[in-house]
């Protein structure tokens, strides 16, 4: 087995290698004890040519979990790198129906530089969807963020969502505001801020946002973010029915909340709009 691995002379060669490789992992994985033929195949640097056919050799997710479970450091770099088109990611992720098989992938990636491949492989916002919808606890979208320290890679992420539709379960994954707080702390600068806003161009984005910002203490953040004007105005610029704006006031029961967002509209220009998304009084 080991011989047809390293003798990778011809495509007849490779085929027979990847015949072998689907009928008997499933048998060497799921034995009792760990035989030395798994330990074997984890250490062996595999070519691109056998890499490539062992997602789309396992129809089923049993094969592709153990894999996984196997792999406690990052051998799975590897399998990423070999994957410079997403012609394999995609059958990976359509793999793993569960979210099981998603966790221990982002546990595998500790450092930033596993999670980067993983969106650069996601050109189109068609990959990224799945792997939202295989998240539907926040568990999952939680390392998500913890791996993205720098911006770096939160900006991608929202590049591959310039869709609403990707956005909308983002946004829907965090419930909680312990998940949306990270993600404001990660748009400290304003640079990160306006294009989440730029992506809430309909408000059928910005008011789950708003939602989710039912405890002050996630609004908080998101008006410190909007210490300069520039940040602001599109907001109130995004907010062309006094509906948007209610709720905003509404989220403001304390006068901490609502201070700051009188001091950023200490400037007459920012307040003129605020009164005119204000035609009825209740809003007033």
């Known amino acids: 087995y080991t011989n047809i691995l390293h003798q990778q002379r011809g495509e007849a060669q490779v085929a027979n290698a990847a015949h072998y490789l689907s009928k008997t992992m499933g048998h060497f994985l799921h034995g009792p004890s760990l035989h030395p033929v798994e330990s074997k195949l984890l250490t062996t640097p595999l070519s691109k040519e056998v890499l490539t056919p062992l997602p789309e050799l396992a129809p089923e997710a049993e094969m592709l979990m153990p894999l996984l479970d196997l792999a406690p450091e990052a051998e799975l770099t590897p399998l990423l790198d070999l994957a410079p088109e997403a012609e394999m ?31 650069d492989l996601a050109p189109e916002a068609e990959m990224l969807t799945p792997l939202l919808d ?5 568990e999952v979208l939680m390392p998500l963020l913890d791996l993205a320290p720098e911006a770096e890679v939160l900006i991608p992420l929202l ?33 990160l ?10 408000a ?24 300069e004007a520039e940040v602001l105005t599109p907001l109130l610029d995004l907010a062309p029915e006094a509906e948007m704006l209610t709720p905003l006031l509404d989220l403001a029961p304390e006068a901490e909340v609502l201070m700051p967002l009188l001091d950023l509209v200490l400037e007459a220009e920012m307040l003129t709009p605020l009164l005119d998304l204000a035609p009825e009084a209740e809003v007033l």
């Open 193 to 202: 801020l306006m294009p989440l806003l730029d992506l809430a161009l309909e």
């Open 204 to 227: 059928e984005v910005l008011m789950p946002l708003l939602d989710l910002a039912l405890e002050a203490e996630a609004l908080t953040p998101l008006l410190d973010l909007a210490l």
């Open 89 to 119: 990611l995609t059958p990976l992720l359509d793999l793993a129906p569960e979210a099981e098989v998603l966790t221990p992938l982002l546990e595998l990636a500790p450092e930033a530089e596993i999670l980067t491949p993983l969106l």
């Open 134 to 138: 295989l998240a539907p606890e926040a």
């Open 159 to 191: 590049d591959l969502a310039l869709e609403a539709e990707a956005l909308t379960p983002l946004l829907d994954l965090a419930l909680e505001a312990e998940v949306l707080t990270p993600l404001l702390d990660l748009a400290l600068e304003a640079e």
